[in-house]
């Protein structure tokens, strides 16, 4: 794996990539989803004193979303950046009415479930919405919530930068839109990045993970798969690890 990848990064022909060259290594953990038991099955798989982020997206979807966010509050050495998944979760805090459908839609079911709270739809609306954010407030406790909003969206040592979604490849990341790097962007997929920038995300999921393009992808789908994967990224290469 790691010969095929440093093949691809000498191939001379249209090749837009150096090698990634953090300042730092670090391993970066995809979109966990609740399922935080994959998390403390991952993270004694990782070198020892590496440094670790994690792409967000901690909530929804699976099982232990509030749990996931409190083991992750716990372990500050760890640097979270924020998902889409999170700032839904914000949202619903914020303004339940209007913003709570589209995150019951896309797994905020699970996560009031996962908190006991029952007889919530997807279509569900007024008192009772009102009623399951409250529940959802007062599970999480101000300080989980104040450390879920200030998480940051954007994270660069070297020529990588580690982010949620994506980012427009014509832009300087310093010029990057908070939206746009915790929902993506039509272009991150389709056209490589002419900075020369590696970018790590999670959002998207994959098969199997890759570097490829300038881009690492990290996203296998944990909650559906139970395959959590980190990618290492070192100097001159990068390694997958899964559970
Ligand atoms: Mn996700």
Request: glycine share 10%.
């Amino acid at each position: 794996m790691i010969k095929s990848l440093l093949d691809r990064f000498r191939k001379p022909a249209g090749a837009r990539f150096e090698p990634p060259a953090p300042e730092v290594p670090f391993a970066a953990v995809g979109d966990i989803h609740g399922r935080l038991d994959l998390l403390e099955e991952l993270l004694p798989k990782l070198p020892q004193d590496l440094h670790i982020i994690c792409v967000g997206d901690y909530v929804d979807r699976g099982p232990a979303s509030v749990n996931t966010l409190r083991f992750l509050k716990d372990h500050p050495e760890i640097l979270c950046l924020k998902g889409n998944h999170e700032d839904m979760l914000l949202d619903f805090i914020d303004r339940p009415d209007e913003r709570g459908p589209r995150w019951l839609r896309n797994g905020g079911l699970q996560t009031l479930a996962d908190i006991g709270v029952r007889g919530i739809s997807e279509t569900t609306q007024g008192e009772p919405l009102i009623e399951a954010r409250h529940r959802m407030a007062e599970e999480m406790g101000a300080e989980l919530i104040s450390w879920v909003r200030e998480l940051p969206l954007l994270h660069e040592t070297g020529n990588v930068a580690v982010l949620h979604a994506g980012a427009d490849p014509a832009k300087p990341l310093s010029a990057a839109d908070k939206r746009t790097l915790i929902w993506g962007h039509r272009d991150f997929l389709q056209v490589p990045r002419q900075d020369g920038t590696w970018v790590v995300h999670g959002h998207t999921i994959v098969d199997a993970p890759s570097a490829e393009d300038g881009r690492v992808a990290l996203d296998t789908g944990a909650y559906a798969t139970g395959r959590l994967t980190a990618g290492i990224v070192e100097a001159g290469e990068v390694r997958f690890i899964s559970t």
